[in-house]
């Protein structure tokens, strides 16, 4: 589990992160504006940013250049409704460790955040929970294969990223809607059927027992 510092002056963005994080068993906290951020910061309690640039108070160029400058190394992804190229090398010139725009997919962030986070894994250690394990089901989160009862299958992005959540809480009721957050992100239409879509995906690969639906809630990955 790693502690994550989100700042982010917009509530909807910043809880649709903090609630994707939480599922992926990490502790996120919220700040919402360059000052209280740059604090939280430079406390050493955290082990990853993930920094809006437009803040109140102090943007966030300048939060990540006074970081910087205080010795900081603490992986910083940038998320920012800003897109062009001239931001874009100024927050890696600033220091940043990526950058993504907005509106931008959840599992993307996600897969952003652990090659950041593995990066900071020493080199002798363990895999860093490459494998998630569930029963007979396998995912292993590098070669994006999983492998149980009906054998070995790769999976596309979209299928990996929805497998890792069901795989990080077995058992759990998930609705929809938090699917559709957290794979295909805050701003896909939310009457769309692709979840079903892609549970269905996956129970071909998974077995067709171990996804069971909740009617007229969601889903449910059978531990």
Not at 49 to 74: A, C, K, N, W
């Amino acid at each position: 589990m790693a502690q994550i510092l989100i700042v982010e002056d917009e509530q909807r963005i910043a809880s649709f992160v903090a609630k994707g994080l939480r599922a992926e068993g990490h502790q996120p906290t919220i700040a919402v504006d360059g000052p209280s951020g740059l604090d939280e910061a430079l406390s050493g309690r955290f082990d990853l940013m993930v920094l809006d640039i437009g803040l109140p108070g102090t943007d966030g160029f300048e939060v990540l250049d006074q970081l910087r400058s205080q010795g900081s190394r603490m992986p910083v992804i940038v998320l920012t409704a800003r897109d062009s190229v001239t931001d874009t090398v100024a927050a890696l010139d600033n220091g940043a460790d990526d950058y993504m725009a907005k509106p931008f997919r959840f599992a993307e962030l996600m897969a952003r955040v652990r090659l950041r986070l593995r990066a900071l894994a020493p080199a002798d250690g363990p895999a860093n929970g490459d494998d998630l394990v569930v029963g007979p089901l396998r995912l292993d989160r590098r070669t994006r294969r999983v492998s149980g009862p009906q054998g070995e299958s790769e999976l596309s992005a979209r299928e990996f990223a929805l497998a890792e959540i069901f795989l990080l809480n077995p058992g759990q009721v998930l609705t929809r809607e938090q699917l559709l957050d957290l794979v295909w992100g805050y701003d896909f239409d939310p009457g769309s059927n692709v979840v079903d879509v892609y549970v269905g995906y996956l129970r071909k690969k998974l077995g067709g027992t171990a996804i069971a639906t909740v009617r007229g809630v969601g889903y449910r990955l059978n531990p």
